[in-house]
């Protein structure tokens, strides 16, 4: 099936073996396949996100592959490998999907597929990163743009955040919003009549908060993750899994956010709850070295 805009690659939706077998829906398909051509826009288009076979770490890669897993009702998994297999001999990045998820109330495919972007852009994949923003990004779609709770002012609040996963969501919400409190974004008609077989509408987003930073603050940890790589004397895109994961390396992180703020909103030009942040930060690195 040929998902449009996935960097002109065709996205295969291969049903994993069960018993007995299943057929998958073909509506379902569809939906699943315009959520996808739809998340992709607004990754690229409008967070200003590489697609991912463009990242240099998936330069082998020939598509994006997704499979839909009878095995598995609802939920997803992106893989973060380049792979070939008899069924599908070309190189190729993958995301499963429960076989009954259902596009127009659940998004997750879009979710996964920003893990995608993650994980062509980075190697970390501490919760408060990789789940925390992958959950933001959903907001893409739904539209249910926050501004989130004021951000931590004590080393202790930043540390929990920091060893949360999903949950961090709020602390990406209150900073890309002190960053951009307008919010304004324009979006393609065409992305905003999109619709479900069900009638709903796919994008509901009318406003976006940060939505210019997220490209510096994914080019910040990119650059973070080849030097933590140097240091370490790892591969570049070979890091242990257990090294993606590990919070020891959240100083890495926050050295990358400080400078990817830093560089996108001057201190003259930041909110006082900003300027605290920054100072919080500023100290926990510090006090590290």
């Given at each position: ?72 009702v609802?939920g ?21 999907l ?15 597929l ?24 959903e ?26 996963s999903?949950?961090?969501v ?51 940890l ?27 390396y ?40």
């Amino acid at each position: 099936m040929q998902v449009p805009g996935l960097s002109g690659s065709l996205t295969h939706f291969v049903v994993r073996d069960s018993e007995p077998p299943v057929a998958i829906d073909l509506i379902r398909q569809d939906d699943i396949a315009t959520q996808l051509a739809a998340a992709n826009v607004l990754f690229h288009e409008v967070l200003g996100l590489t697609p991912p076979l463009q990242m240099p770490r998936y330069l082998q890669a020939e598509e994006i592959v997704v499979i839909l897993r009878n095995d598995q009702v609802r939920g997803g998994q992106a893989y973060d490998e380049v792979v070939r297999n008899p069924a599908i001999p070309e190189c190729h990045i993958r995301m499963a999907l429960g076989g009954r998820v259902e596009a127009a109330t659940n998004l997750t495919p879009a979710h996964e597929l920003f893990h995608l972007y993650q994980n062509a852009h980075m190697m970390f994949k501490q919760g408060w990163v990789h789940e925390g923003l992958a959950r933001w990004s959903e907001s893409l779609l739904s539209g249910d743009v926050q501004p989130g709770p004021p951000l931590p002012t004590a080393s202790s609040d930043l540390e929990s955040i920091m060893q949360s996963s999903y949950g961090a969501v709020t602390l990406w919400q209150r900073l890309f919003y002190l960053l951009d409190p307008q919010g304004s974004i324009s979006l393609p008609s065409s992305l905003m009549s999109l619709r479900y077989h069900d009638g709903s509408q796919v994008v509901t987003l009318d406003h976006l908060h940060g939505s210019r930073f997220v490209a510096p603050l994914f080019e910040s940890l990119h650059q973070a993750s080849i030097s933590l790589a140097e240091q370490q004397q790892w591969p570049t895109y070979g890091w242990a899994e257990a090294e993606q994961r590990s919070l020891q390396y959240n100083h890495a992180i926050l050295a990358a956010l400080y400078r990817a703020i830093s560089a996108y909103a001057p201190k003259e030009h930041q909110p006082e709850e900003l300027r605290r942040f920054m100072q919080l930060i500023d100290t926990m690195l510090k006090e590290r070295e």
